[in-house]
């Protein structure tokens, strides 16, 4: 088990010097949400930020694949259902405590940006 108390709580960059930004978004489906987020992943600047896209549900939408052919690593929590939200935050919460990222940034529909996501 982690030590709480052994752990730093300050972010910390990649390993090659990049700031962390981590995006949380429902799913990658062929919405405009995902739209604006692939153009802001394709103009971040790659030399400075190491971008990570972190999906609620746990499915490949129109846009997994275009976001990874610009180096964006896709990870997802695995929801298969608004059931599983609960499993979903502390899959998150346990991530974030692990990888510590500089910035998270989140996209969610009203139905998923309940208080679930208030406890991350």
């Known amino acids: ?67 990874r052919e610009l180096g964006v690593e896709v990870e997802s929590l695995g929801c298969r259902d608004y059931q599983g939200l609960a499993r979903g935050v502390v899959r998150l919460r346990a991530w974030l405590n692990q990888e510590r990222p500089n910035l998270c940034t989140r996209t969610f529909g009203r139905q998923t940006s309940s208080g679930a996501w208030r406890a991350v």
């Open 1 to 67: 088990m982690i030590s709480l108390a052994a752990r730093s709580t300050a972010p910390k960059c990649a390993a090659d010097g990049r700031h962390t930004i981590v995006h949380l978004i429902e799913t990658l489906g062929s919405g405009g949400a995902e739209r604006l987020l692939y153009t802001n992943l394709k103009h971040l600047p790659a030399p400075r930020f190491k971008s990570i896209v972190i999906t609620v549900f746990d499915t490949p939408g129109r846009w997994t694949g275009p976001i």
